[in-house]
Protein backbone atom coordinates (compact mmCIF):
# COMPACT_ATOMS: atom_id res chain seq x y z
CA UNK A 1 0.00 0.00 0.00
CA UNK A 2 1.19 3.23 -0.60
CA UNK A 3 2.01 5.32 2.17
CA UNK A 4 1.91 3.14 4.61
CA UNK A 5 2.45 3.12 8.00
CA UNK A 6 6.63 2.58 8.69
CA UNK A 7 6.26 1.82 11.96
CA UNK A 8 4.05 2.09 15.31
CA UNK A 9 3.66 3.42 18.61
CA UNK A 10 2.59 1.06 21.11
CA UNK A 11 3.70 1.90 24.71
CA UNK A 12 3.75 5.34 26.56
CA UNK A 13 5.48 6.16 29.89
CA UNK A 14 6.01 9.51 31.31
CA UNK A 15 7.14 10.05 34.67
CA UNK A 16 6.69 12.73 37.21
CA UNK A 17 7.97 15.88 36.34
CA UNK A 18 10.19 18.57 37.74
CA UNK A 19 12.11 19.36 41.14
CA UNK A 20 11.58 15.82 42.20
CA UNK A 21 15.32 15.60 43.27
CA UNK A 22 17.72 12.97 44.61
CA UNK A 23 17.43 10.30 41.82
CA UNK A 24 19.37 9.84 38.75
CA UNK A 25 18.59 10.38 35.25
CA UNK A 26 18.75 6.36 34.77
CA UNK A 27 16.32 5.18 37.58
CA UNK A 28 14.00 7.85 35.81
CA UNK A 29 14.67 5.78 32.26
CA UNK A 30 13.58 2.72 34.53
CA UNK A 31 10.33 3.97 35.67
CA UNK A 32 9.36 5.64 32.04
CA UNK A 33 10.05 1.93 30.76
CA UNK A 34 8.21 0.06 33.54
CA UNK A 35 5.27 2.24 32.49
CA UNK A 36 5.71 2.40 28.44
CA UNK A 37 5.93 -1.69 28.79
CA UNK A 38 2.92 -1.72 31.53
CA UNK A 39 0.52 0.75 29.31
CA UNK A 40 1.59 -1.33 25.90
CA UNK A 41 1.10 -4.79 28.05
CA UNK A 42 4.58 -6.04 27.17
CA UNK A 43 7.52 -7.56 29.65
CA UNK A 44 10.79 -6.34 29.92
CA UNK A 45 11.67 -9.66 28.10
CA UNK A 46 9.84 -8.57 24.86
CA UNK A 47 12.30 -5.35 24.36
CA UNK A 48 15.15 -5.85 21.91
CA UNK A 49 16.48 -2.83 20.81
CA UNK A 50 17.57 -0.06 23.41
CA UNK A 51 17.87 3.82 21.44
CA UNK A 52 18.83 6.23 24.04
CA UNK A 53 18.43 10.10 23.98
CA UNK A 54 21.57 11.87 24.68
CA UNK A 55 21.15 14.23 27.07
CA UNK A 56 23.56 17.10 27.91
CA UNK A 57 25.21 16.11 30.89
CA UNK A 58 26.17 12.82 29.26
CA UNK A 59 24.94 10.19 32.00
CA UNK A 60 22.64 8.45 29.56
CA UNK A 61 25.48 6.15 28.35
CA UNK A 62 25.39 2.40 26.85
CA UNK A 63 25.76 1.09 29.49
CA UNK A 64 22.64 2.45 30.86
CA UNK A 65 21.60 -1.37 29.23
CA UNK A 66 23.10 -2.68 32.58
CA UNK A 67 21.43 -0.72 34.83
CA UNK A 68 17.66 -0.67 33.59
CA UNK A 69 18.28 -4.91 33.50
CA UNK A 70 17.51 -5.21 29.69
CA UNK A 71 18.88 -8.48 27.78
CA UNK A 72 19.60 -9.86 24.93
CA UNK A 73 19.12 -6.74 22.87
CA UNK A 74 20.00 -6.56 19.09
CA UNK A 75 19.87 -2.76 18.65
CA UNK A 76 21.44 -0.11 21.20
CA UNK A 77 22.52 3.12 20.84
CA UNK A 78 22.85 6.63 22.22
CA UNK A 79 21.72 9.28 19.45
CA UNK A 80 22.65 12.92 19.61
CA UNK A 81 21.41 15.30 17.19
CA UNK A 82 20.14 17.69 20.67
CA UNK A 83 16.56 18.50 20.41
CA UNK A 84 15.38 16.87 17.20
CA UNK A 85 16.79 13.41 18.18
CA UNK A 86 13.50 11.77 19.15
CA UNK A 87 12.42 12.23 15.63
CA UNK A 88 15.87 10.69 14.30
CA UNK A 89 15.19 7.88 16.95
CA UNK A 90 11.92 7.16 15.75
CA UNK A 91 13.38 7.06 12.00
CA UNK A 92 15.86 4.56 13.24
CA UNK A 93 13.79 2.59 15.13
CA UNK A 94 11.22 2.46 12.33
CA UNK A 95 14.04 1.58 9.83
CA UNK A 96 15.59 -1.22 11.99
CA UNK A 97 12.53 -3.13 12.16
CA UNK A 98 11.45 -2.93 8.62
CA UNK A 99 15.32 -4.40 8.43
CA UNK A 100 14.12 -7.18 10.95
CA UNK A 101 17.51 -5.91 13.43
CA UNK A 102 14.90 -5.73 16.06
CA UNK A 103 11.72 -6.51 16.57
CA UNK A 104 10.19 -4.27 19.52
CA UNK A 105 12.30 -0.95 20.27
CA UNK A 106 12.43 1.28 23.20
CA UNK A 107 12.83 4.87 22.80
CA UNK A 108 14.01 6.74 26.08
CA UNK A 109 14.85 10.43 26.98
CA UNK A 110 15.94 10.76 30.87
CA UNK A 111 17.66 13.64 32.71
CA UNK A 112 18.12 14.85 36.48
CA UNK A 113 19.93 18.80 36.04
CA UNK A 114 17.87 20.36 38.80
CA UNK A 115 18.89 20.30 42.36
CA UNK A 116 17.58 21.78 45.17
CA UNK A 117 20.40 24.36 45.59
CA UNK A 118 20.90 25.36 41.84
CA UNK A 119 18.45 27.20 39.71
CA UNK A 120 17.01 25.77 35.85
CA UNK A 121 19.01 28.16 34.03
CA UNK A 122 22.63 27.13 36.50
CA UNK A 123 21.69 23.56 36.09
CA UNK A 124 21.50 23.84 32.31
CA UNK A 125 24.31 25.83 31.54
CA UNK A 126 26.94 25.54 33.98
CA UNK A 127 30.40 27.73 34.05
CA UNK A 128 31.86 23.68 33.45
CA UNK A 129 30.58 24.17 30.03
CA UNK A 130 32.67 26.46 28.76
CA UNK A 131 36.46 26.02 28.36
CA UNK A 132 39.07 28.85 27.74
CA UNK A 133 41.04 27.48 25.01
CA UNK A 134 40.95 29.21 21.55
CA UNK A 135 37.93 30.00 19.90
CA UNK A 136 36.11 28.58 22.89
CA UNK A 137 37.45 30.80 25.25
CA UNK A 138 36.59 33.81 22.78
CA UNK A 139 33.14 32.97 23.34
CA UNK A 140 33.56 33.20 26.63
CA UNK A 141 34.95 36.53 26.99
CA UNK A 142 31.90 37.94 25.01
CA UNK A 143 29.53 36.07 27.53
CA UNK A 144 28.11 34.05 24.50
CA UNK A 145 26.68 31.61 27.27
CA UNK A 146 24.06 28.84 26.66
CA UNK A 147 21.38 28.85 24.16
CA UNK A 148 19.34 31.85 25.73
CA UNK A 149 21.23 34.10 23.49
CA UNK A 150 21.17 32.05 20.43
CA UNK A 151 17.45 32.37 20.42
CA UNK A 152 17.47 35.57 21.60
CA UNK A 153 19.54 36.69 18.24
CA UNK A 154 17.41 34.38 16.06
CA UNK A 155 14.22 36.16 17.58
CA UNK A 156 16.22 39.70 17.38
CA UNK A 157 16.29 39.18 13.63
CA UNK A 158 12.93 38.22 13.02
CA UNK A 159 11.14 40.65 14.65
CA UNK A 160 13.61 43.29 12.76
CA UNK A 161 12.64 41.56 9.08
CA UNK A 162 9.14 41.19 10.32
CA UNK A 163 7.80 43.13 12.61
CA UNK A 164 7.03 40.22 14.88
CA UNK A 165 6.45 41.45 18.52
CA UNK A 166 5.77 40.69 22.13
CA UNK A 167 2.37 39.76 22.10
CA UNK A 168 2.92 37.48 19.41
CA UNK A 169 5.55 35.63 21.65
CA UNK A 170 2.95 36.12 24.53
CA UNK A 171 -0.36 34.61 23.02
CA UNK A 172 1.83 31.37 22.34
CA UNK A 173 2.94 31.35 26.31
CA UNK A 174 -0.72 32.24 27.26
CA UNK A 175 -2.06 29.55 25.17
CA UNK A 176 0.07 26.80 26.14
CA UNK A 177 -0.40 27.70 29.61
CA UNK A 178 -4.01 27.14 28.74
CA UNK A 179 -3.14 23.62 27.67
CA UNK A 180 -1.18 22.72 30.43
CA UNK A 181 -3.80 23.65 33.10
CA UNK A 182 -5.41 20.11 31.64
CA UNK A 183 -2.73 18.00 31.68
CA UNK A 184 -1.91 15.71 34.44
CA UNK A 185 1.55 15.47 33.55
CA UNK A 186 2.51 19.49 33.37
CA UNK A 187 4.31 21.23 35.89
CA UNK A 188 3.29 24.80 35.18
CA UNK A 189 -0.24 25.34 36.62
CA UNK A 190 -1.02 28.76 37.46
CA UNK A 191 -3.03 30.87 34.98
CA UNK A 192 -0.73 33.22 32.92
CA UNK A 193 -2.15 36.56 31.29
CA UNK A 194 -0.71 38.35 28.52
CA UNK A 195 0.31 40.75 30.90
CA UNK A 196 1.91 38.63 33.33
CA UNK A 197 4.09 37.75 30.37
CA UNK A 198 5.06 40.91 29.47
CA UNK A 199 6.05 41.34 33.19
CA UNK A 200 7.93 38.61 33.34
CA UNK A 201 12.03 39.42 33.80
CA UNK A 202 14.48 39.59 31.37
CA UNK A 203 16.40 36.29 30.48
CA UNK A 204 18.04 37.51 27.60
CA UNK A 205 16.06 40.16 25.22
CA UNK A 206 13.82 40.29 23.29
CA UNK A 207 13.14 36.92 25.20
CA UNK A 208 11.36 36.70 28.59
CA UNK A 209 11.56 33.92 30.72
CA UNK A 210 7.55 32.83 29.86
CA UNK A 211 9.30 32.90 26.65
CA UNK A 212 11.51 30.10 27.71
CA UNK A 213 11.23 26.30 28.28
CA UNK A 214 11.11 25.05 31.76
CA UNK A 215 13.95 22.36 33.01
CA UNK A 216 12.84 19.28 34.26
CA UNK A 217 14.05 16.38 36.14
CA UNK A 218 12.24 12.84 34.71
CA UNK A 219 11.85 10.48 32.00
CA UNK A 220 9.55 9.59 28.68
CA UNK A 221 9.77 6.06 27.30
CA UNK A 222 8.12 5.00 24.13
CA UNK A 223 7.61 1.91 22.23
CA UNK A 224 7.85 1.04 18.75
CA UNK A 225 7.01 -2.32 16.96
CA UNK A 226 5.75 -2.96 13.69
CA UNK A 227 2.38 -2.29 12.56
CA UNK A 228 1.52 -5.70 11.93
CA UNK A 229 2.70 -6.73 15.39
CA UNK A 230 0.99 -3.03 17.12
CA UNK A 231 -2.42 -4.56 15.95
CA UNK A 232 -2.42 -7.14 18.75
CA UNK A 233 -1.45 -4.88 21.56
CA UNK A 234 -3.50 -3.49 24.35
CA UNK A 235 -2.96 0.16 23.08
CA UNK A 236 -4.74 1.45 19.77
CA UNK A 237 -1.48 1.61 17.78
CA UNK A 238 -0.40 5.28 16.71
CA UNK A 239 1.10 4.96 13.19
CA UNK A 240 4.44 6.49 12.06
CA UNK A 241 3.27 7.78 9.14
CA UNK A 242 6.04 9.86 8.05
CA UNK A 243 9.43 11.03 9.10
CA UNK A 244 12.75 13.52 7.91
CA UNK A 245 15.71 14.92 9.25
CA UNK A 246 16.77 18.13 7.65
CA UNK A 247 20.05 19.87 8.97
CA UNK A 248 20.77 23.24 6.75
CA UNK A 249 24.03 23.49 8.29
CA UNK A 250 25.70 27.32 9.08
CA UNK A 251 29.58 28.34 8.23
CA UNK A 252 28.51 31.90 9.66
CA UNK A 253 28.55 33.06 6.32
CA UNK A 254 26.81 36.24 5.67
CA UNK A 255 24.33 34.48 2.70
CA UNK A 256 22.98 32.48 5.62
CA UNK A 257 20.10 32.86 7.34
CA UNK A 258 19.71 30.19 9.72
CA UNK A 259 18.05 31.59 12.63
CA UNK A 260 14.86 32.78 10.62
CA UNK A 261 15.01 30.16 7.92
CA UNK A 262 14.80 26.71 9.52
CA UNK A 263 15.10 22.79 8.37
CA UNK A 264 11.57 22.37 9.70
CA UNK A 265 11.03 23.55 5.94
CA UNK A 266 12.75 20.64 4.32
CA UNK A 267 11.98 17.65 6.84
CA UNK A 268 8.36 18.95 7.02
CA UNK A 269 8.32 18.73 2.73
CA UNK A 270 9.78 15.41 2.87
CA UNK A 271 7.64 14.05 5.82
CA UNK A 272 4.71 15.17 4.11
CA UNK A 273 5.44 13.73 1.00
CA UNK A 274 6.59 10.11 3.08
CA UNK A 275 2.76 10.23 4.83
CA UNK A 276 1.14 11.44 1.35
CA UNK A 277 -0.89 13.82 3.36
CA UNK A 278 -0.87 17.76 2.85
CA UNK A 279 -0.98 20.47 5.72
CA UNK A 280 -4.50 20.85 5.03
CA UNK A 281 -4.87 17.42 6.69
CA UNK A 282 -2.95 18.28 9.90
CA UNK A 283 -5.25 18.35 13.08
CA UNK A 284 -2.51 19.57 15.11
CA UNK A 285 1.17 20.02 15.71
CA UNK A 286 2.90 18.98 18.24
CA UNK A 287 5.89 21.39 18.14
CA UNK A 288 9.47 21.43 19.57
CA UNK A 289 9.29 24.99 21.83
CA UNK A 290 12.27 25.48 23.40
CA UNK A 291 11.10 29.31 23.39
CA UNK A 292 8.21 30.70 21.93
CA UNK A 293 9.97 31.88 18.83
CA UNK A 294 10.80 28.35 18.08
CA UNK A 295 7.19 27.79 17.58
CA UNK A 296 6.12 30.67 15.65
CA UNK A 297 9.38 30.03 13.16
CA UNK A 298 8.66 26.37 13.16
CA UNK A 299 4.99 27.48 11.38
CA UNK A 300 6.08 29.25 9.02
CA UNK A 301 8.50 26.58 7.83
CA UNK A 302 6.41 24.40 7.79
CA UNK A 303 4.02 26.52 5.62
CA UNK A 304 1.76 27.28 7.76
CA UNK A 305 1.90 30.99 6.79
CA UNK A 306 3.94 33.07 4.84
CA UNK A 307 7.69 33.22 5.77
CA UNK A 308 7.66 36.29 8.46
CA UNK A 309 3.82 36.49 8.70
CA UNK A 310 3.75 33.82 12.07
CA UNK A 311 2.92 36.90 14.17
CA UNK A 312 -0.12 37.57 13.13
CA UNK A 313 -0.90 33.81 11.94
CA UNK A 314 -0.93 33.22 15.73
CA UNK A 315 -2.05 36.53 17.12
CA UNK A 316 -5.79 35.32 17.19
CA UNK A 317 -4.91 32.92 19.88
CA UNK A 318 -5.72 29.86 17.25
CA UNK A 319 -2.87 27.70 18.86
CA UNK A 320 -4.75 27.70 22.26
CA UNK A 321 -7.33 25.70 23.66
CA UNK A 322 -10.58 26.32 21.15
CA UNK A 323 -8.34 27.59 18.11
CA UNK A 324 -8.45 26.00 14.92
CA UNK A 325 -5.09 24.97 15.02
CA UNK A 326 -4.60 22.69 18.64
CA UNK A 327 -0.68 23.32 19.65
CA UNK A 328 1.35 22.02 21.70
CA UNK A 329 -2.08 20.76 23.67
CA UNK A 330 -0.27 19.62 26.93
CA UNK A 331 1.13 22.42 27.41
CA UNK A 332 4.43 22.02 25.62
CA UNK A 333 8.30 22.43 27.30
CA UNK A 334 6.88 26.19 28.01
CA UNK A 335 4.16 24.89 30.67
CA UNK A 336 4.58 21.19 30.73
CA UNK A 337 7.74 19.46 30.76
CA UNK A 338 11.32 19.81 29.15
CA UNK A 339 11.98 16.15 27.93
CA UNK A 340 13.60 17.74 24.41
CA UNK A 341 11.27 15.88 21.46
CA UNK A 342 10.01 13.31 23.86
CA UNK A 343 7.89 16.27 24.91
CA UNK A 344 5.82 16.83 21.95
CA UNK A 345 5.90 13.26 20.67
CA UNK A 346 4.54 11.70 23.56
CA UNK A 347 1.44 14.19 23.43
CA UNK A 348 0.93 12.97 20.08
CA UNK A 349 0.62 9.56 21.27
CA UNK A 350 -1.92 11.07 23.45
CA UNK A 351 -3.84 13.08 20.77
CA UNK A 352 -3.93 10.14 18.43
CA UNK A 353 -4.91 7.94 21.08
CA UNK A 354 -7.70 10.32 22.16
CA UNK A 355 -6.85 10.15 25.41
CA UNK A 356 -6.29 13.68 25.50
CA UNK A 357 -9.25 13.69 28.40
CA UNK A 358 -10.77 17.63 28.64
CA UNK A 359 -7.73 18.49 26.46
CA UNK A 360 -8.80 15.71 23.73
CA UNK A 361 -8.62 17.63 20.47
CA UNK A 362 -11.36 16.78 17.44
CA UNK A 363 -9.37 16.32 14.62
CA UNK A 364 -6.72 13.90 15.59
CA UNK A 365 -6.48 11.92 12.22
CA UNK A 366 -3.32 13.53 11.61
CA UNK A 367 -0.65 14.82 14.19
CA UNK A 368 2.45 16.81 13.30
CA UNK A 369 5.54 16.25 15.40
CA UNK A 370 8.69 18.63 15.48
CA UNK A 371 11.79 18.09 16.58
CA UNK A 372 14.91 21.05 16.69
CA UNK A 373 18.07 20.93 18.30
CA UNK A 374 21.08 23.30 18.51
CA UNK A 375 20.15 26.89 17.59
CA UNK A 376 17.80 25.72 15.11
CA UNK A 377 20.33 23.74 13.41
CA UNK A 378 19.18 20.27 13.25
CA UNK A 379 15.45 19.80 12.90
CA UNK A 380 13.09 16.72 12.65
CA UNK A 381 9.56 15.74 11.48
CA UNK A 382 7.39 12.98 12.58
CA UNK A 383 3.65 12.51 10.94
CA UNK A 384 1.58 10.20 13.42
CA UNK A 385 -1.92 8.91 12.96
CA UNK A 386 -4.36 6.44 14.29
CA UNK A 387 -4.86 5.54 10.56
CA UNK A 388 -2.73 2.85 9.25
CA UNK A 389 -2.08 4.41 6.22
CA UNK A 390 -1.90 8.25 4.85
CA UNK A 391 -3.11 9.04 1.31
CA UNK B 1 39.16 43.44 50.11
CA UNK B 2 37.82 40.75 48.07
CA UNK B 3 38.90 39.86 44.28
CA UNK B 4 36.25 40.80 41.93
CA UNK B 5 35.89 37.90 39.34
CA UNK B 6 36.27 39.07 36.33
CA UNK B 7 35.14 38.56 32.53
CA UNK B 8 37.21 34.91 31.07
CA UNK B 9 40.49 35.23 29.61
CA UNK B 10 40.76 33.20 26.26
CA UNK B 11 44.11 30.76 26.26
CA UNK B 12 45.50 31.17 22.44
CA UNK B 13 45.90 27.55 21.38
CA UNK B 14 48.33 26.19 18.31
CA UNK B 15 44.97 27.15 15.94
CA UNK B 16 44.15 30.13 16.72
CA UNK B 17 47.80 32.03 17.79
CA UNK B 18 47.25 33.86 14.77
CA UNK B 19 43.85 35.13 15.53
CA UNK B 20 45.35 36.62 18.94
CA UNK B 21 48.49 37.42 18.05
CA UNK B 22 46.73 39.86 15.19
CA UNK B 23 44.21 41.25 17.79
CA UNK B 24 47.94 42.41 20.55
CA UNK B 25 49.00 44.23 16.96
CA UNK B 26 45.62 45.57 16.39
CA UNK B 27 44.43 43.83 13.69
CA UNK B 28 41.60 41.26 12.58
CA UNK B 29 43.27 38.13 11.47
CA UNK B 30 40.71 35.78 9.78
CA UNK B 31 41.14 32.92 7.56
CA UNK B 32 41.40 32.59 3.89
CA UNK B 33 40.98 30.03 1.42
CA UNK B 34 43.32 29.97 -1.59
CA UNK B 35 41.69 27.97 -3.65
CA UNK B 36 38.04 29.41 -3.29
CA UNK B 37 38.94 32.79 -2.01
CA UNK B 38 36.48 32.84 0.60
CA UNK B 39 36.67 33.51 4.27
CA UNK B 40 36.09 31.99 7.48
CA UNK B 41 35.19 31.76 10.94
CA UNK B 42 35.79 30.95 13.42
CA UNK B 43 39.50 28.88 13.00
CA UNK B 44 39.60 25.37 11.63
CA UNK B 45 42.07 23.23 9.41
CA UNK B 46 39.98 23.09 6.27
CA UNK B 47 37.62 25.61 4.24
CA UNK B 48 34.21 25.34 5.14
CA UNK B 49 33.07 26.59 1.94
CA UNK B 50 35.10 24.30 -1.10
CA UNK B 51 36.51 21.45 1.30
CA UNK B 52 40.44 22.63 0.39
CA UNK B 53 43.08 22.52 2.96
CA UNK B 54 44.59 25.83 2.19
CA UNK B 55 43.51 28.00 4.33
CA UNK B 56 46.00 31.13 4.69
CA UNK B 57 45.62 34.24 7.37
CA UNK B 58 44.75 37.42 6.31
CA UNK B 59 44.11 41.06 7.69
CA UNK B 60 40.64 41.61 7.72
CA UNK B 61 39.10 45.03 7.43
CA UNK B 62 37.46 45.03 10.87
CA UNK B 63 34.34 46.65 9.12
CA UNK B 64 31.34 45.52 9.22
CA UNK B 65 27.48 46.08 10.16
CA UNK B 66 24.76 44.78 13.66
CA UNK B 67 23.10 41.15 12.04
CA UNK B 68 21.72 40.77 15.17
CA UNK B 69 21.70 40.77 18.80
CA UNK B 70 20.52 40.35 22.46
CA UNK B 71 21.03 41.43 25.94
CA UNK B 72 21.83 39.13 27.97
CA UNK B 73 20.56 39.56 31.56
CA UNK B 74 21.23 36.42 33.26
CA UNK B 75 24.99 35.76 34.81
CA UNK B 76 26.33 32.40 33.70
CA UNK B 77 29.47 33.08 35.21
CA UNK B 78 30.71 35.58 38.13
CA UNK B 79 33.23 37.05 35.87
CA UNK B 80 29.96 38.65 34.36
CA UNK B 81 28.47 39.70 37.85
CA UNK B 82 28.55 43.92 37.48
CA UNK B 83 28.76 43.53 33.42
CA UNK B 84 25.03 42.49 33.14
CA UNK B 85 22.93 43.62 31.58
CA UNK B 86 25.27 42.79 28.27
CA UNK B 87 24.81 42.93 24.69
CA UNK B 88 26.23 39.60 22.49
CA UNK B 89 26.08 40.77 18.65
CA UNK B 90 26.23 38.93 15.79
CA UNK B 91 28.53 41.26 13.81
CA UNK B 92 28.40 40.18 9.25
CA UNK B 93 32.22 41.53 8.54
CA UNK B 94 32.68 42.88 4.88
CA UNK B 95 34.28 40.10 4.03
CA UNK B 96 31.20 37.69 4.20
CA UNK B 97 32.33 36.34 7.98
CA UNK B 98 29.62 36.68 10.35
CA UNK B 99 31.61 36.86 14.10
CA UNK B 100 29.88 36.90 17.34
CA UNK B 101 31.20 39.89 19.63
CA UNK B 102 30.43 42.39 22.07
CA UNK B 103 29.58 46.20 20.44
CA UNK B 104 30.91 48.74 23.08
CA UNK B 105 30.52 52.47 23.76
CA UNK B 106 27.16 52.10 22.39
CA UNK B 107 23.92 51.97 25.12
CA UNK B 108 21.37 48.72 24.67
CA UNK B 109 18.56 50.89 23.78
CA UNK B 110 20.62 52.46 20.82
CA UNK B 111 21.88 49.59 19.03
CA UNK B 112 20.25 48.92 15.78
CA UNK B 113 20.80 46.03 13.52
CA UNK B 114 22.20 47.44 10.59
CA UNK B 115 24.18 49.67 12.13
CA UNK B 116 27.86 50.01 10.80
CA UNK B 117 30.47 48.73 13.16
CA UNK B 118 34.67 48.60 13.31
CA UNK B 119 36.85 46.22 15.11
CA UNK B 120 39.00 47.85 18.53
CA UNK B 121 40.87 46.05 19.92
CA UNK B 122 40.62 44.97 23.69
CA UNK B 123 43.80 44.32 25.85
CA UNK B 124 42.94 42.29 28.47
CA UNK B 125 46.58 41.40 29.98
CA UNK B 126 49.51 42.04 28.40
CA UNK B 127 49.35 38.78 26.08
CA UNK B 128 46.01 38.60 25.21
CA UNK B 129 43.62 41.25 23.18
CA UNK B 130 40.81 40.42 21.73
CA UNK B 131 38.46 42.41 19.12
CA UNK B 132 35.54 43.73 20.04
CA UNK B 133 33.30 46.25 17.81
CA UNK B 134 32.25 49.90 17.96
CA UNK B 135 30.12 52.57 16.04
CA UNK B 136 31.60 53.28 12.91
Keep these: MANAAKGAIVGLGVTPMGKIYGRRAVDFAADAIALALEDAGLQKSDIDGLLINANIPNDMDPR????????NLSLVNVMS??????????????????????????????????TPSRGAGASYSGPHRFPLGGMAGLKA?????????????????????????????GII??????????????????????????????????????????????????IVTSPERARDLKQKPVYVLGYAQASPGDNLATDRHPGVETGAKRSGEMAFRMAGITRQDIGSCQLYDCYTYTVLVTLEDYGFCAKGEGGPFVADGKLGPGGSLPTNTGGGQLSGYYMWSFTPMSEAVVQARGQGGERQIARNDFILVSGNGGILNFHSTLIVSPHASGG | MSQTATRPVPVPDELSAPFFDGARAGRLM???????????????????????????????????????????????????????????????????????????????????????????????????????????
Design chain 1, 64 to 71: SQMTLGLE
Design chain 1, 81 to 114: AYGSTGGSMMQYACMAIREGLAKTIVLVYADAPL
Design chain 1, 141 to 169: HYGDFGANLGYAMAAQRHMHLYGTTEDHF
Design chain 1, 173 to 222: AVGQRKWAQMSPWAQMKAPMTMEDHHRSRWIAEPLRLFDCCLVSNGAVAL
Design chain 2, 30 to 136: LQHCRACSRWSFPVRERCPHCFAKDLEWRAASGKGTLYTFAIMHQVMNPGFAADVPYNVCQIDLDEGVRMVSNIIGVASADLRIGMRVEAVFDALTNEVSVPKFRAA
